[in-house]
């Protein structure tokens, strides 16, 4: 486990992220709304109004802040590269998908081919339970299509969320908490 030094930077990482977050996000709504870029309700949205799009450019930035300051206070952050430009993927099909809407086969083909270039661009993957189950580490033929499974479906029980306002955001940084304090404590401030 690292000291309060790293955990410190970490909290400063974290935190710049959500101002970023927060000073973003408002003028994103502000031109969603000028633009007429509206998500109609369905059955599958509680809005009564329909919501302005485009929010992920407001967490894409946050995320951006976050891995950059990351990478300049932590040196053991060098290898985010390949999550900048997953990141930027995620961000484009998005954002696409908010404004022109995309079928849900393309998007799954996407995310699959991104979490897939996220793996081989970085080497990690779910390659170990440690333990949970009875199982430990396992090759990377059970590793690799486990977790683009695991990632597609993170990714879209994010975006089904997403459905009720407040929601996803508020479940993501929760997620990321709880996450990053458990990467914190097995030693790896990259991935915290």
Not at 9 to 21: H, N
Not at 100 to 115: C, D, K, N
Request: with cysteine.
């Amino acid at each position: 486990m690292f000291g309060f030094d790293t955990l410190f930077k970490l909290f400063c990482c974290a935190f710049l992220s959500l101002v970023a977050v927060q000073w973003v996000f408002f003028r994103i709504l502000k031109i969603a709304k000028l633009k007429h870029l509206e998500d109609v309700p369905d059955a599958r949205k509680l809005q009564k109004q329909p919501p302005p799009v485009l929010g992920g450019i407001a967490v894409f930035f946050g995320l951006m802040t976050g891995i950059i300051m990351a990478t300049i206070l932590l040196p053991q952050t060098t290898n985010l590269l390949p999550v900048m430009l997953a990141a930027m993927v995620m961000l484009y099909i998005g954002s696409i998908d908010d404004v022109l809407g995309i079928s849900a086969g393309v998007r799954a083909i996407i995310e699959a081919l991104t979490m897939a270039g996220l793996i081989y661009g970085s080497g990690m993957s779910m390659d170990s339970f440690h333990g949970l189950w009875g199982i430990g580490s396992f090759s990377w033929y059970w590793a690799v299509p486990l977790t683009v499974f695991v990632g597609v479906g993170l990714i879209n029980a994010f975006n089904m969320i997403d459905g009720v306002n407040g929601l996803s955001s508020m479940l993501c940084i929760v997620c990321s908490c709880f996450l990053g304090t458990i990467f914190y404590k097995m030693g790896d401030p990259a991935v915290a």
